[in-house]
């Protein structure tokens, strides 16, 4: 057996529990939103729980433009160096902060718009993870680069259960 397919084998290992770890990860997060959800909305009226879908979506707008496919990119990268991980930090950062006050100066909009006036605290209060998620994920990029997908996979849905019992 030669040195290459050994080497080989190892990645098609790696890639075999990387994608096992990835969906668990998936259905985990999922199966979680789902329960979250389900109890949220036992727990919650109907206009309370719309509270919670207009903030969702001003969020997920928010972290799709914040990475604007620059991970991706990276991700891709052969052999990215430092300088390739600060840029994207900073660019991540930047932006970050960016919609991070853009929502909260139009959270008084957003909330006369939408006739939910308390909406406009919860916007400010939620979207400062904007700049807290920024911080981790050039980490992140590394992980993934590294194949690190079950370490990611247990620490993300930590993080989900965590955020979800804090959210009930």
């Known amino acids: 057996m030669t040195r290459s397919d050994d080497v080989s ?17 998936r259905f985990g997060s999922l199966g979680l939103q ?3 959800n ?15 879908g ?11 433009l914040i990475d604007g496919g620059f991970a991706t990119a990276l991700i891709q990268k052969q052999n990215p160096t430092r300088a390739d991980y600060s840029v994207i930090f900073i660019w991540n950062m ?13 959270a008084p909009l957003i909330a006369s718009y939408v ?6 605290d919860i916007i ?11 911080l981790s994920q050039v980490q992140i990029i590394r992980l993934r680069k590294e194949l690190a997908f079950g370490f990611m996979a247990v620490v993300n849905l930590g993080g989900y259960a965590a955020g979800g019992a804090l959210g009930i």
């Open 34 to 36: 789902f329960a979250v």
């Open 9 to 25: 084998r190892r990645l098609g290992r790696k890639v075999l529990v990387g994608t096992a770890w990835s969906t668990v990860e």
């Open 38 to 52: 389900l109890v949220l909305a036992r727990l919650l009226t109907p206009a309370e729980f719309a509270y919670v």
């Open 94 to 106: 930047a932006f970050a902060l960016f919609f991070y006050a853009l929502l909260f100066i139009t």
């Open 124 to 134: 400010k209060v939620f979207s400062l993870s904007l700049p807290l998620s920024a």
């Open 54 to 64: 207009v903030l969702a979506f001003f969020m997920s707008v928010s972290y799709v």
């Open 115 to 120: 006739n939910m006036p308390l909406l406009e």
